[in-house]
């Protein structure tokens, strides 16, 4: 790794040292320091097996070149390694990009302490969402990232045919959900960037609140641009719902906008038509349950570590899965 580092950034000093980034339970980050404090980030495959088309590192670092010159603040990209030797998986390299992640209601209240601030930050991410929608995937070389028509019905497919490889149960819902949805999709409005995985949690704030980097780009493809809205509603619950998250999610702090407070900011800065959302909420769900149940899968086989595969944390990682399954068919019903 150190080898690496010194034919490709020449600014590196050895020796250096690795911290995993708590966060995410799919793609890996670390933090790469040198023997003079610079700091870079490193993103690689989870351990364990899995499943290719969800972790190509090739892919991401694409995404994330290609952003770099646009309005989308996303961490400037360093390099990517395809060479397995390595460090046993592929991998890329950006800048570390510091500030706030507000992950729960005590950092989104420690760091932002006024509630007007954490009330703009919300809007800020609708705000960010509708600025990578508005990026023309051709004019900046994301024009192939994949096909552009059609985008809920392949990713019905997609998801279903994830479920099928990574399910360690049945879980009925899921399969429910799965033919409703796929019997009335909407008209698509447009084509765009799709972030996949839009929430509060994956991007990096200043200390004033602006957003400094969108991250985890690694579900991205072209499509219709709905369905991060969906996916960006079922990670922003309304007060007294049901909790379908670990914790307390940073949204709930007093302050943010409401679900349709944030759809209404989308809706004016993008001008598209949230008529559908109901239908796109109940994706969003729907396909959160399918990518936790892959984490269930490596935390199971032991991907995680001995601490992650405790029957316990197994037992409540599977509940939760069947709440988002059922929620999904709860949204799908009243749409």
């Known amino acids: 790794m150190e080898a690496w580092f010194d034919a490709r950034v020449p600014a590196a000093r050895a020796p250096l040292t690795y ?13 790469v320091t040198d023997a003079a404090g610079h700091e870079w980030a490193l993103r690689r495959p989870p351990l364990g097996k899995t499943l290719s088309s969800a972790h190509d590192m090739g892919r991401e670092f694409k995404v994330v070149s290609a952003l770099g010159p646009t309005p989308v603040p996303v961490p400037p990209a360093v390099g990517l390694c395809e060479d397995e030797a390595v460090n046993g998986a592929p991998f890329y390299v950006m800048e570390f990009v510091r500030g706030p992640v507000l992950r729960g209601v005590a950092e989104a209240e420690e760091s ?22 508005a990026v023309d995937p051709d004019a900046i070389g994301l024009g192939d990232l994949g096909r552009k028509e059609e985008y809920v019905a392949r990713q019905l497919r997609r998801w279903h045919g994830q479920w099928e490889k990574s399910k360690t149960r049945e879980v009925a819902a899921v399969d429910r959900v799965h033919e409703r949805l796929a019997a009335r999709i909407p008209a698509q409005q447009g084509v765009s960037i799709v972030h996949g995985d839009y929430r509060l949690d994956n991007m990096i704030l200043s200390d004033g609140g602006e957003v400094a980097a969108v991250v985890d780009w690694e579900l991205c493809t072209l499509g219709d641009p709905l369905a991060d809205v969906g996916t960006l509603m079922a990670y922003w619950p309304e007060r007294g719902e049901p909790n379908l998250r670990f914790g307390e999610p940073a949204n709930l702090a007093p302050g943010f906008p409401t679900r349709p407070e944030l759809a209404a900011r989308y ?67 009243r749409g």
């Open 112 to 133: 932002f302490p006024d509630e007007a601030d954490r009330r703009e930050i919300g809007m800020r991410v609708a705000d960010t969402l509708a600025a990578i929608h």
């Open 19 to 31: 911290e995993r980034i708590a966060g995410g339970l799919s793609n890996l980050t670390y933090r």
């Open 267 to 333: 809706a004016e800065v993008s001008g598209r038509d949230l008529s559908e959302l109901d239908f796109y909420l109940a994706l969003g769900y729907w396909k959160l349950a399918i990518i936790l149940e892959g984490v269930l899968a490596r935390m199971a086989a032991g991907g995680y570590g001995k601490s992650a595969a405790d029957s316990d944390g197994v037992e409540a990682f599977a509940h939760l899965v069947d709440r988002l399954a059922e929620t999904a068919e709860a949204v799908e019903a």
